[in-house]
């Protein structure tokens, strides 16, 4: 596949997207919380405490960047 070099450096200067930035600011929140429950927070949770914290995101966002971030909580032994 061929690009013009007009193109791909357009791409690669181009600011980060408004999503990407409030993503890279939830990637903080979402390990801070993590961190501080002793890796046991999973995805609904940790929507919770970032809701308690004043911090307005949906959980399945919460979801999507734990998932890309590979991290999950703790699941009840049996």
């Not at 390990?31 to 307005?56: E, F, K, N």
């Not at 949906?58 to 703790?74: K, P, Y």
């Amino acid at each position: 596949m061929q690009i013009a070099p007009s193109t791909y450096y357009a791409a690669k200067n181009r600011p980060a997207s408004a999503r990407a930035v409030r993503d890279a600011f939830l990637k903080n929140e979402i390990l801070r919380v993590h961190r501080d429950s002793g890796g046991t927070y999973g995805a609904r949770r940790i929507w919770r405490q970032l809701q308690d914290d004043g911090i307005q995101v949906a959980r399945c966002t919460v979801e999507r960047l734990m998932r890309n971030m590979g991290i999950s909580g703790r699941r009840p032994t049996q």
